[in-house]
Nanobody, 127 residues
Framework: QVQLVESGGGAVQTGGSLRLSCAGSGYTFGSYAMAWFRQPPGKEREGVAGTDESGLTRYSDSVRLRFTVSRDNAKNTLDLQMSDLKPEDTAMYYC?????????????????????WGHGTQVTVSS
């Protein structure tokens, strides 16, 4: 049974930093593509950053150069280091997993392509 558990959310001021972590279990972590998504209040879920089974990473334009995604296949964890946070980064952040992309990199940040989801962790950035 696949389980994903996020941690590390919280409230920060503009310009601050947070580090989110996702612990995966119940599957072969290194064989799965993993990604972070977020859903602001009243808006659709959007891809933020992801990494596939080969180590390829992708970022949304809105977070590139501010966020860094990393995975530790030995510890079964996926992290998201967030810096220079802005009020528009306020959202519920979700970790997601899917079986290997096998080169289909365009699916890495598409929420509909993911089978497994965590319950989310809230990030609030105040101005």
């Amino acid at each position: 049974q696949v389980q994903l558990v996020e941690s590390g959310g919280g409230a920060v001021q503009t310009g601050g930093s947070l580090r989110l972590s996702c612990a995966g279990s119940g599957y072969t972590f290194g064989s799965y593509a993993m990604a972070w998504f977020r859903q602001p209040p009243g808006k659709e879920r959007e891809g933020v950053a992801g990494t596939d089974e080969s180590g390829l990473t992708r970022y949304s334009d809105s977070v590139r150069l501010r966020f860094t995604v990393s995975r530790d296949n030995a510890k079964n964890t996926l992290d998201l280091q967030m810096s220079d946070l802005k009020p528009e980064d306020t959202a519920m952040y979700y970790c997601a997993a899917r079986q290997k992309l096998q080169g289909q990199w365009w699916l890495l940040l598409q929420p509909d392509s993911y089978n497994y989801w965590g319950h989310g962790t809230q990030v609030t950035v105040s101005s």
